[in-house]
């Protein structure tokens, strides 16, 4: 079974900085742009970061640039999202995806891009 895996959310202060990862099971993430989304309570689930299967190619969201960096290894078959100086806003469920491509697409801010998605990791920014 095809599934993505994603692990590192959790509760965090304003300030703080956690690793999110998404690890292929039953599949090689080599052959897939893979993009991480998020969705808060009462809001649509938007784009974050997409990163090409060679990792060469990456584009973030305007609200995310400087303080997330995706990231991929492809021999570890996971991809990572850094997220640092983090933000209440920020709190949402962080999902991730992947489209079996080796670029990187204008549509990758696209929800109906992709063909997998992961169950999604809970970051909460709080005091």
């Known amino acids: 079974q095809l599934q993505l895996v994603e692990s590192g959310g959790g509760l965090v202060q304003p300030g703080g900085s956690l690793r999110l990862s998404c690890e292929g099971s039953g599949f090689t993430l080599a052959s897939y742009a893979i993009a991480w989304f998020r969705q808060a309570p009462g809001k649509e689930r938007d784009r974050v970061a997409c990163?090409?299967?060679?990792?060469?190619?990456?584009n973030y969201a305007d609200s995310v640039k400087g303080r997330y960096t995706i990231s991929r290894d492809n021999a570890k078959n996971t991809v990572y999202l850094q997220m640092i100086s983090l933000r209440p806003e920020d709190t949402a469920v962080y999902y991730c995806?992947?489209?079996?491509?080796?670029?990187?697409?204008?549509?990758?801010?696209?929800?109906?891009?992709?063909?997998?998605w992961g169950q999604g990791t809970q970051v909460t920014v709080s005091s």
């Open positions: 995806a992947a489209r079996r491509t080796s670029y990187l697409s204008r549509n990758c801010r696209d929800i109906t891009y992709y063909d997998y």
């Open positions: 990163i090409n299967s060679s990792g060469s190619s990456i």
